[in-house]
C-alpha cells in the first residue's frame, strides 16, 4: 500500500473515531511502527492532524491529549525500557531522585531498581510498590490525592510535601517535547508536580518516547533551557538539541544488555 493510501485509511478513522494509536496503526497495515510514524508526521505537517503521545487526534481535538494510562502501558514498552536503561547511566549510586508518574518514569524506575541504590521520591504508586521490595536505600511515596486514571498522588498536599525534600535529580515524562517551546503535560495537576520537582532539584532529566518529541500540549512545565537532559530512542530526530543540556539516543539494544 502506498503512504497516500495509508495517509487516506487514517483520515477515515480519525473522522469516525476522533483518534487513532499508533499500535493498532501498525497492526491494520501491516507496516513497521517507523512507517507509521512517518505517516503521522507528514500528515501533522499537512495539518490533517496533532501528534499526541501513542497516537494522533483531529486537529479539532485542540492540543495534544494522553491516551489512557492502561494503553500507554503498552505503547513501545522496548524503547521505554531501553530509554530506562539508559537514564540509569546518568544518575550515580546514592543519588536522591523526583521519579513522576508516567509509563516510562515506570520503566526507568524499573530498571534503576535492577542496577542502583537509590533514594526514590515520587508520586507514583506503582513505583514506590516496586521500590519497596528493592535495594532502593529510601523509597517516599509522595501524600496527596489518588487519581482515578493514573495510580498516582495529587494535589497540595502532593505539593507541599514536593518542598520539603531537595533532590539531585528530577526524572519526568511529559506529554510533548518542543523543541522552542519546551516540556508539556496536558493535566494541570500532572504539570504541577513535575514543575514542583524541577523547582526542587539540582538537575532535571526527561525521558520522551520518540512520539512525544515535537509535541506540544496545554500546560507548559519548563523551557529548553531548564532541561538538563533528553533521554529519547533511536526513532527521534537527530537533530534535536538543547541549549545548555545534552540529547541522548538509545538502541532496543540498551534494554536487552541492561
Known amino acids: 500500500m502506498w503512504a497516500s493510501e495509508r495517509q487516506a485509511k487514517i ?3 480519525l473522522n469516525t473515531e476522533k483518534r487513532v494509536v499508533t499500535l493498532d496503526l501498525v497492526d491494520l497495515f501491516d ?10 508526521l507528514d500528515m501533522e505537517t499537512a495539518g490533517a492532524l496533532h501528534r499526541v503521545h501513542g497516537g494522533a487526534i483531529c486537529v479539532d481535538g485542540g492540543v495534544a491529549t494522553e491516551p489512557d494510562f492502561a494503553v ?5 514498552a522496548e ?7 539508559a537514564t540509569c547511566d546518568l544518575i550515580g549510586d546514592g543519588a536522591t531522585v523526583f521519579v513522576d508518574a508516567g509509563t516510562t518514569t515506570r520503566a526507568f524506575a524499573h530498571q ?4 542502583g541504590n537509590l533514594k526514590f521520591i515520587t508520586n507514583s504508586i506503582e513505583i514506590a510498590q516496586m521500590a519497596s521490595g528493592s535495594n532502593a536505600r529510601e523509597v517516599l511515596l509522595l501524600g496527596g490525592r489518588p487519581h482515578k486514571d493514573v495510580p498516582a498522588t495529587y494535589g497540595e498536599l502532593t505539593l507541599s510535601e514536593i518542598d520539603r525534600f531537595h533532590a539531585d535529580f528530577a526524572v519526568l515524562s511529559p506529554v510533548g517535547l518542543h523543541p522552542t517551546r519546551g516540556a508539556s503535560y496536558y493535566e494541570l495537576h500532572e504539570a504541577e508536580v513535575a514543575r514542583a520537582m524541577i523547582r526542587r532539584s539540582a538537575r532535571c532529566i526527561m525521558l520522551c518516547h520518540s512520539p512525544k518529541i515535537g509535541v506540544e500540549s496545554r500546560v507548559a512545565v519548563c523551557r529548553p ?6 533521554v529519547t530512542d533511536e526513532l527521534a530526530d537527530k537533530s534535536l538539541r538543547l541549549p545548555r543540556g545534552q ?4 538502541s532496543l539494544a540498551s534494554a536487552v544488555s541492561g
Not at 507496516?31 to 503521522?40: G, N, Q
Not at 500507554?72 to 513501545?76: F, I, N, Q, W, Y
Not at 534503576?112 to 542496577?115: D, Q, S, T
Request: glycine share 6%.
Open 247 to 250: 540529547v541522548h539516543f538509545t
Open 11 to 13: 483520515l477515515e478513522i
Open 225 to 230: 533551557e531548564e532541561i538538563d537532559h533528553i
Open 31 to 40: 507496516v513497521s511502527r517507523e512507517t507509521i510514524r512517518r505517516d503521522l
Open 79 to 85: 524503547y521505554k525500557a531501553a530509554i530506562g536503561a
Open 72 to 76: 500507554r502501558l503498552e505503547a513501545g
Open 112 to 115: 534503576a531498581l535492577r542496577k
